[in-house]
């Protein structure tokens, strides 16, 4: 990796809530979006002559549609709850990126446009006029917030910064002032069906490959279908799982599981992408175009069920949006869910007793996991309260002899976010990445001391191509994030496997009523 520019935060004993450093990260701001990308998006491709009187009738717009938005605008207090509770605030030090001050860079607009105080006795109030310079601080600082909503855990009255920062994305859009790594992911998806615009050939022969690799690694015949009509499930899952480590390592997990189960799958070239980028800057228009690729595809392939792989935005997006974006789907089989986690449906396995583990798989490894903010503060899983924390903690240590929580007040409801969402996983920011990443490395750091913990796992493609990237300026190595379907693999006893220790009697074990158990 080269040498960064910037100096790594220092590790401390947390929680440490650090000393005010004005304009500290005020240079950071991401690459602007080409004009193809906007266009492509429906947005001005540059900034438009008019864009002042635009972006005030936009947020005026926005005003009128999202009413939450207007209330989290109007009810802060001030009261300092959320100050020190940003990853981004305790990693750069910059008052901005307190969630309250990233928050009033909008509401000293909005008062001064929409309240009759800021009209009248603007400096009273600390309503700003929208001014050039304001517009860059928000295109600077409204793109330092991963959208996590850790800080609305704890603010009293409720005000979620995520909310706030969409929509300051979505009126800059609106204007010409769109983020190249946001939009130009939107518009492959919209053209091709994923982030990396991998076209259909190349898809197919990386699915190929994994066949081939998995079958000479355990002799048995798994398979990774690509369009295949009829299927009981649609296996949507986030690009990296094609291409990328630890999440490869992951897609061969569901793999292995489906596989044992019995349960039939296909993967879609028209909609091989979970992800939802449409949601990171605010567009509820972009969201809804991206998820009718996924219900084109199960009405394409005939399937009976929708199955999320591990990516926390796309699953936050499909359990609180997909129905309402892309539904109904009352052409699926009414006994399951839309849509299913993965780790949903492997669970539901384990307690049936069809899959069956040797955890010694994993004994070189000693486990701890990170909650994904997008899992766990706007999702749920299983039908259970806090099911999107215990499940993937019941999948690890079903599957693992070794494993550790870290801090109880850095993980579930409490978790902090990796430091790379909300679409800011780009090398641009790679400062803010790294800083953004301290608290969490701060937690990893201190089960890693008290109970020799080796690897972390994650269920989100952001949260782990953000630590394989910045682990190593915190001195751990890109290999210790791992897939939690990664260990499922590595355990996962498949019928027909070769085991060394068992030559096999020949028999195979069929799996009965599997549709049932899953």
Request: hydrophobic residues 35%; negative net charge.
């Amino acid at each position: 990796m080269a040498k960064s520019n910037f100096n790594t935060p220092e590790v401390r004993t947390f929680p440490v809530i650090p000393k005010l450093e004005d304009n500290a990260t005020v240079h950071l701001s991401p690459f602007k979006s080409k004009e193809e990308f906007q266009k492509s998006l429906g947005y001005p491709g540059e900034l438009v002559d008019n864009w002042q009187e635009k972006a005030i009738d936009k947020m005026g717009d926005l005003l009128g549609k999202y009413r939450s938005l207007r209330v989290y605008l109007d009810s802060c207090i001030q009261c300092g709850a959320c100050t020190d509770k940003c990853h981004y605030y305790q990693g750069t030090k910059d008052p901005k990126n307190m969630p309250v001050g990233r928050q009033n860079l909008m509401r000293s607009v909005y008062r001064r446009y929409f309240t009759l105080p800021g009209k009248y006795f603007p400096k009273l109030v600390g309503a700003k006029d929208l001014t050039k310079e304001v517009l860059e601080d928000w295109y600077s600082y409204y793109h330092q917030c991963s959208q996590c909503r850790r800080c609305a855990v704890f603010c009293p009255i409720g005000i979620d910064t995520a909310e706030i920062s969409m929509a300051a994305r979505e009126i800059m859009d609106s204007i010409g002032v769109g983020q190249k790594y946001c939009n130009e992911i939107i518009s492959k998806v919209h053209k091709i069906g994923n982030n990396l615009g991998l076209p259909e050939p190349a898809l197919a022969d990386t699915l190929e490959g994994l066949e081939e690799d998995v079958l000479e690694e355990t002799e048995a015949d798994v398979k990774f279908p690509l369009d295949v009509k009829d299927s009981d499930v649609l296996l949507v899952t986030p690009s990296a799982d094609f291409f990328a480590e630890p999440h490869v390592d992951g897609l061969i997990g569901y793999a292995k599981v489906f596989h044992q189960a019995g349960i039939s799958w296909t993967l879609s070239s028209h909609a091989s992408e979970a992800a939802n980028f449409g949601m990171f800057i605010g567009s509820y228009g972009n969201m809804k175009k991206l998820a009718m690729r996924i219900r084109e595809a199960a009405l394409e392939l005939n399937v009976k069920r929708i199955v999320f792989g591990e990516c926390g935005h796309a699953w936050r997006v499909a359990y609180s949006f997909l129905n309402t974006l892309a539904g109904p789907f009352d052409f699926l089989d009414p006994r399951y869910p839309v849509p299913q986690h993965i780790c949903e449906i492997t669970n539901s396995l384990m307690d049936q007793n069809v899959l069956q583990f040797d955890k010694s798989a994993n004994d070189d490894m000693t486990l701890t996991y990170h909650d994904s903010c997008n899992v766990a503060r706007a999702s749920n899983m299983g039908g259970i309260m806090g099911g999107q924390f215990t499940i993937p903690r019941k999948i690890i240590t079903t599957v693992v002899n070794n494993y550790y929580d870290m801090d109880e007040e850095t993980i579930k409801e409490k978790t902090y976010c990796c430091g790379g969402g909300g679409g800011l996983l780009t090398d641009d920011l790679m400062e803010l990445r790294v800083k953004g990443a301290l608290p969490r490395m701060e937690a990893l750091r201190q089960v890693v001391e008290d109970n020799g913990v080796t690897h972390m796992a994650a269920i989100c493609a952001i949260c782990k191509s953000q630590f394989a990237k910045v682990f190593p300026y915190y001195d751990f190595t890109m290999d210790q994030i791992v897939s939690v379907h990664q260990l499922v693999s590595n355990a996962i006893i498949l019928t027909g496997q070769h085991d060394e220790n068992d030559e096999n009697d020949g028999e195979n074990h069929p799996q009965q009523d599997i549709d049932e158990a899953a």
